[in-house]
């Protein structure tokens, strides 16, 4: 059974940049982690996706404020949101894929992050 | 990017009852990819049912999915106290970008 942990600040101010670390309990062949964020109260909204083979995908919405990364060593992707303002106030979710599926079968629970002058 | 609308907003049921949850697609969604999640208050979704009509590990088959092209349903049967939660559909297909559904939030009435 996988298992999937967030971390990363609770409060950022506005125009800071946002880093956030999912580590994963493995990372296995065929596999992506994705980021989906979640307002209070709303929607969810997938932000972005690393495969295994270092294969990224972003939301064409908020593309050129993010980036995606892995480190397999570590069993860690790292996600960073730039430019960060009110609106960007959210459950921020780490959950796991893989390869020709696209749905996401395990989650982290997930941290809040505030942003806030 | 395809855009799912979920209605109702909000369902009221009793538990016994059963209840349909549908999720509308802009375009018709490639080869069946489908999926509904489960949410309860201060946890993360969890995977109900993926390529339209397929359960997840676990899912009890009081959970069931249908549809095709444009419209997808989810269908609630003998609600438990268990059941009441939030639910997002999602399309899962292998093209750049995935979405979710707005939402249904399943309430006892």
């Known amino acids: 059974q996988i298992t999937l942990k967030e971390s990363g600040p609770t409060l950022v101010k506005p125009t800071q940049t946002l880093t956030l670390t999912c580590t994963v309990s493995e990372f296995s062949v065929r596999m992506g982690v994705g980021w989906i964020r979640q307002p209070p109260g709303k929607a969810l909204e997938w932000l972005a996706l690393v495969y295994w083979d270092d294969d990224k995908r972003y939301s064409p919405l908020l593309k050129r404020r993010l980036a995606i990364t892995k480190d397999t060593t570590k069993n860690q992707v790292v996600l960073t949101m730039t430019d960060m303002d009110l609106m960007d106030t959210a459950t921020y979710y780490c959950?796991?894929?893989?390869?020709?599926?696209?749905?996401?079968?395990?989650w982290g629970q997930g941290i809040l992050a505030t942003v806030s002058s | 990017e395809i855009v799912l609308t979920q209605s109702p907003d909000t369902l009221s049921l009793s538990p016994g009852e059963s209840g349909t949850l549908s999720c509308r697609a802009s375009?018709?969604?490639?080869?069946?990819?489908l999926a509904w999640y489960q949410q309860k208050p201060g946890q993360p979704p969890r995977l109900l049912i993926y390529g339209v009509s397929r359960r997840a590990t676990g899912i009890p088959d009081r959970f069931s999915g249908s549809g095709s092209g444009t419209d997808f349903t989810l269908t609630i049967s003998r609600l438990e106290p268990d059941d009441f939660a939030v639910y997002f559909c999602q399309h899962h297909d292998t093209s750049p970008t995935w979405t979710f559904g707005q939402g249904t939030k399943v309430e006892i009435k």
């Open positions: 959950a796991r894929t893989k390869v020709g599926l696209g749905y996401f079968d395990s």
């Open positions: 375009q018709s969604v490639r080869a069946d990819y």
